[in-house]
T-cell receptor, first 117, second 111 residues
């Protein structure tokens, strides 16, 4: 079946512009996660959705970052007034839930590489 | 709180050498533990997992045992190949449905 997809795969933007990154999770996966991976770094958690609600937004680096999820499916991560330090690979992952807890692994998308000039 | 600490790299080994990448964790409750692998130019994919103490996860010749007494989940492989060159991430899933990843360990295997 189809895996997690993300678009665009690459995005180059100018400092100060807004960008939107999209994630399509695996059908039926109720949990969706956004991470940021900077060059040579590990995964930085950004936000987690259970259905359409986001019980954990603790990882968003600033108020320039926001995310939403509609219909329990597609999610959009928006970065306003981009800065050079926002350059990174943004990863999305989804996972099915069992009895309110995720016992299963996360399935990752290929990521969006964002470059802010 | 929950966290994962894994061995810093980079690690360089000759083909057929023995591999150990250390991973220790801090968690409340009884987390599930995972190793993910990221091959060059690709996304993260699950390598193996263990969901309770003393479980051993295994895949592609890699193994890791969930050790609650030492809060560890070390990754091992008896004989590495060039194709194992990748970045390896240790992770845990806690009771809050949150996943915590280590910083990753880069492995390069030379012929």
């Amino acid at each position: 079946g189809a895996g997690v997809s993300q678009s665009p795969s690459n995005k180059v933007t100018e400092k100060g512009k807004d960008v939107e990154l999209r994630c399509d999770p695996i059908s039926g996966h109720t949990a969706l996660y956004w991470y940021r991976q900077s060059l040579g770094q590990g995964l930085e958690f950004l936000i987690y959705f259970q259905g359409n609600s986001a019980p954990d937004k603790s990882g968003l680096p600033s108020d320039r970052f926001s995310a939403e999820r509609t219909g329990g499916s597609v999610s959009t991560l928006t970065i306003q007034r981009t800065q050079q330090e926002d350059s990174a690979v943004y990863l999305c992952a989804s996972t099915p839930m069992v009895s309110g807890r995720s016992y299963n692994e996360q399935f990752f998308g290929p990521g969006t590489r964002l470059t802010v000039l | 709180g929950n966290s994962v600490t894994q061995m810093e790299g980079p690690v360089t080994l000759s083909e057929e050498a023995f591999l150990t990448i250390n991973c220790t964790y801090t968690a409340t409750g009884y987390p599930s533990l995972f190793w993910y692998v990221q091959y060059p130019g690709e996304g993260l994919q699950l390598l193996l997992k263990a969901t309770k103490a003393d479980d051993k996860g295994s895949n592609k010749g890699f193994e890791a045992t969930y050790r609650k007494e030492t809060t560890s989940f070390h990754l091992e492989k008896g004989s590495v190949q060039v194709s194992d060159s990748a970045v390896y991430f240790c992770a845990l899933s806690g009771t809050g449905n949150q996943f915590y990843f280590g910083t990753g360990t880069s492995l390069t295997v030379i012929p």
